[in-house]
């Protein structure tokens, strides 16, 4: 089969496909879009998210593309898999390295870094650390959990 004959193919695949894609990223943004592979190869496929948030899907991530062929063949990516359960009203940030900022329904936060520390920002004001230490808003510094916790230098009382 020629080139013409199998890019006419893969062109008449994709104006009948639907208007939304699952595709595989092939290769990561690096300026221009990311390249990935669905119906066909796409190129330089530009990222789309909410003001504030930037995304770049790795190597191997699937991602959902939205195609307007009737409109110059557009074609732009605007999200991942979700992987994940989220409670109804949460959003979450996170990096393939295992960090995550977690906004709560319930309007708590959540930050965490990958094997390292946890900090929670809860709704009564206070914050706590690694499940072992509570700073309330008051500025009092309390540790949980004191009879087990392993500790050097603090002293109960």
């Not at 496909?17 to 669905?38: F, K, M």
């Not at 991602?63 to 307007?68: A, D, E, M, R, S």
């Not at 359960?85 to 959003?91: A, D, K």
Request: with cysteine.
């Amino acid at each position: 089969m020629d080139s013409y004959k199998r890019r006419r193919d893969r062109e008449n695949k994709q104006v009948k496909s639907n208007n939304i894609e699952l595709a595989t990223v092939t290769s990561p943004d690096t300026g221009q879009g990311v390249n990935a592979q669905g119906v066909g190869e796409y190129r330089e496929i530009p990222l789309v998210a909410p003001f504030g948030i930037r995304w770049n899907p790795p190597l191997g991530q699937n991602i959902q593309l939205i195609k307007n062929w009737n409109n110059g063949k557009a074609v732009v990516a605007v999200g991942t898999i979700v992987d994940q359960f989220l409670e109804p009203g949460e959003s979450e940030l996170f990096s393939i390295g295992g960090a995550s900022i977690k906004c709560k329904a319930n309007g708590e936060i959540e930050a965490k870094a990958n094997g390292g520390a946890t900090i929670e920002c809860k709704s009564n004001g206070s914050v706590v650390i690694n499940s072992l230490v509570e700073i309330t808003k008051e500025g009092i510094i309390k540790a949980i959990d004191f009879e087990s916790t392993v500790h050097g230098g603090v002293y109960y009382g």
